[in-house]
């Protein structure tokens, strides 16, 4: 990990509001929620009063420099001070290109856990210098600048800007990876089918921004709830991005029901392996304990216990979310954004040989008979270059057939109850009152 020492220029401003630590970026359009922290150069000129040591094939931009003093700005403070030269540092050519990451809903609890492990490099790794565009609401707007003062604070070297907004037409502009995690919270009497035409009319728009601003190769990770019929309400309002790279994140399922078949075999759960999720991210998933391995081994061969299996471990894996709940008071919101680091990082690192990960993906070209248009849960492998390839040969008996056609049926009503949202005609919501639930709500 790169380690930065960073001794920051006094300043004479009296402005130590957090307001006036926030920086306008030029080279963006600016709005009165748009806000933009262009934080300090790895390594600075020599003039400078920074002094940073970083990886080796690191490379620094190079800083502004003025009668051969660093240039500074009047009203800035600490860290801000220092103006750089971005174009000059995409012509370092040692330095990895910087890459723009969007997260929404980035003043809630889930991001207040995953954005620090972004910019610690734990999740694009200790070379990739990243930016961070943050989307908020007007209820969340300081919030969010609560979130950005405490990044400042965090003087990780390998953040080197963050915004933050309101308008995902902006927020979105660019970015490489978009981690949409914003989603009105199930209340009290709500229909799950308000739910979904809440939070669909939120992804909509947000597919729409997508499509017109993002990088034309933009990979989405959808998180917030309901996560797969929301992915596929973004791809389906952005046409423009290959369908393939909206995913839905199932992860946190996998590594629960890791955690479940590794504590009943008594192992580590690094030994478990090749576990899929099946399906929706809600209790008709389908945790695959027919094809995952624990030391190489069927699981089968290993927890004798089968009605175990079918019975405690599958419901344990469905209802996780739900008894965490009753516990903490709220959901899971640390797991989930380590859940979201493991989702990335299967992306952009090779799968090891013979495993597989599971992640909520566009059905089309499917080779296991899921009807196509859904973003279902499957077993995927990556060559680590942000795409992935379905695993095609996984066994599916009677048992897997019946669950996952279950979760499929689930989530074709939700597809039927958006169709106004993709564009697919007039919604038909017939979600019954077995309607099965997000994981937290049991
Ligand atoms: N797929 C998965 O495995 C998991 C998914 N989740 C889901 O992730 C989502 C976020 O969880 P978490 O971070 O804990 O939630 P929080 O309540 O802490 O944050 C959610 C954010 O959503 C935004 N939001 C968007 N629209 C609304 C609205 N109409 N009303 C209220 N808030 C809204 C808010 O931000 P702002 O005001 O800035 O828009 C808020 O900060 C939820 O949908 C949750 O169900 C949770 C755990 C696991
Ligand atoms: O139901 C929720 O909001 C939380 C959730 O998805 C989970 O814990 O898996």
Redesign the pocket.
Known sequence: MAMAELSAPKTTSTFLNSSSRLRLSSKLHLSNHFRHLLLPPLHTAPNSKFSCSVSQNSQAPVAVQENGLAKTKKECYGVFCLTYDLKAEEQTKSWKKLINIAV????????NHLLFKLASGAVFGPDQPIALKL???E??IQA?EGVAMELEDSLFPLLREVDIGTDPYEVFQDVEWAIL?????RGPGMERADLLD?NGQ?FAEQGKALNKVASPDVKVLV???P?NTNALICLKNAPNIPAKNFH???R??ENRAKCQLALKAGVFYDKVSNMTIWGN?STTQVPDFLNAKINGLPVKEVITDHKWLEEGFTESVQKR?GLLIQKWG????AS?AV?IVDAIKSLVTPTPEGDWFSTGVYTDGNPYGIEEGLVFSMPCRSKGDGDYELVKDVEIDDYLRKRIAKSEAELLAEKRCVAHLTGEGIAYCDLGPVDTM?P?EV
């Not at 995690?181 to 919270?185: D, L, N, T, V, Y």
């Open positions: 929404s809903g980035a003043a809630g609890m889930i991001s989307l908020g609401s209820r969340s969010l995690i914003g989603a009105k919270p809440i939120i998180v917030g709830n996560c839905a994140l199932t946190l399922d991210h979310g709220r959901s899971s919101a989930t859940s997000l937290g």
